[in-house]
């Protein structure tokens, strides 16, 4: 897996010191507390950074490190029976893309509020990325291309004529149900970031009667990795200190624009003002208007921070310390 992986970058001119690992895998864990100590650790031995969650139901995780680091965590993973399935989507850097390492214990391991659906026993049938370019080629009136991410997420970009869901959190989709019926005799292809909303998502649908369902394998990220983005307009949301990616090589757009100047823009920032911290595509020539600021009333508060010119506040460390939850260390 390890040698495909790099062959992958080094074609795409991405090899770089760093990687970028998106993943997730359904498989039981019988003590999400005591795996959690074990896989924190892992991570602390191996010099990790990032976001993992844990759950009775699995692993989803976002880690960055050494190129090193990353393949001797992917290893360590897959060489666990309950995630050797694992596949991990994997972007080249030029430097770790978190600051923190969260391993955290959750009731899921994306908040779906569908907690009585299990991907493991029924999910949409997967289609690849490069069958998936094809379906997009055709654009077939039969096939509807669904997109389960949230407003902020499809906004700065999503695949050509697919169907978009007025959602702030992915927890929102099953009350959307009701404005899905009309696509319950077609062709249902769900996508998302990497891939882990669609295993819900596609259940779910499943479990309403469309009975046509299927899901983009690994989702947007190795859409761009394996069919090079084709047709996916503007850039992908991640959930990382890029904030955005670019995935699509043959026919790149932007389609987002900017909140203050109505002007195309791909660059997201956080509003200036902490009371607001509004998550919007603002151009550069739109971040001189308000310094920041997504309007002038923001732009008046007191508390509103130094605009430094990325629109990136990252939040204080605090005296973060990455072994302070480590078991090993308190023992």
């Known amino acids: 897996m390890l040698c495909k992986i790099q062959n992958t970058l080094l074609k795409q001119g991405t090899f770089m010191e760093h990687y970028v690992l998106l993943y997730y895998c359904y498989s039981h864990i019988e003590n999400p507390e005591e795996f959690r100590e074990q896989h924190h650790q892992l991570c602390l031995d191996l010099d990790l950074r990032g976001r993992i969650i844990i759950a009775s139901e699995g692993l989803n995780g976002t880690v960055s490190g050494s190129q090193k680091s990353c393949e001797a965590y992917m290893e360590a993973v897959t060489n666990d029976s309950r995630f050797a399935h694992t596949e991990f989507k994997v972007d080249a850097n030029d430097e770790p893309a978190f600051q923190k390492l969260n391993v955290r214990v959750k009731p899921e391991i994306v908040h779906s509020s569908l907690n009585h659906l299990y991907p493991t026993e029924?999910?949409?049938?997967?289609?690849?990325?490069?069958?998936?370019?094809e379906v997009l080629e055709e654009e077939d009136d039969e096939t509807i291309i669904?997109?389960?991410?949230?407003?902020?997420?499809?906004?700065?970009?999503?695949?050509?004529?697919?169907?978009?869901?007025?959602?702030?959190?992915?927890?929102?989709?099953?009350?959307?149900?009701?404005?899905?019926?009309?696509?319950?005799d077609k062709k249902v292809?769900?996508?998302?970031?990497?891939?882990?909303?669609?295993?819900?998502?596609?259940?779910?649908?499943?479990?309403?009667?469309f009975e046509n369902v299927y899901q983009l394998h690994g989702g947007i990220i190795k859409y761009g990795l394996e069919a090079e983005g084709k047709d996916f307009e503007g850039k992908c949301y991640v959930f990382d200190?890029?904030?955005?990616?670019?995935?699509?090589v043959v026919n790149p757009s932007v389609r987002s624009k900017c909140y203050v100047t109505g002007a195309p823009s791909d660059r997201m920032v956080n509003c200036a003002n902490p009371h607001c911290n509004k998550h919007i595509p603002m151009s550069e020539e739109g971040?001189?208007?308000?310094?920041?600021c997504c309007s002038a009333e923001c732009q008046q508060n007191p508390d509103t921070r130094p605009y430094d010119g990325t629109g990136f506040y990252q939040k204080e460390l605090n005296g973060y310390n990455p072994y302070k939850d480590s078991k090993r260390l308190r023992e």
């Open 287 to 292: 971040a001189k208007i308000y310094n920041g």
């Open 189 to 209: 292809i769900t996508y998302c970031t990497g891939g882990i909303k669609c295993e819900k998502a596609s259940a779910f649908l499943l479990e309403q009667g």
């Open 146 to 184: 669904l997109d389960v991410r949230s407003n902020y997420e499809h906004m700065i970009g999503k695949f050509k004529n697919a169907v978009t869901l007025d959602m702030d959190n992915f927890r929102d989709f099953p009350a959307k149900i009701e404005e899905l019926k009309k696509y319950k």
């Open 241 to 248: 200190n890029r904030i955005v990616k670019d995935v699509n």
């Open 122 to 133: 029924r999910t949409g049938k997967y289609i690849e990325p490069k069958e998936f370019r």
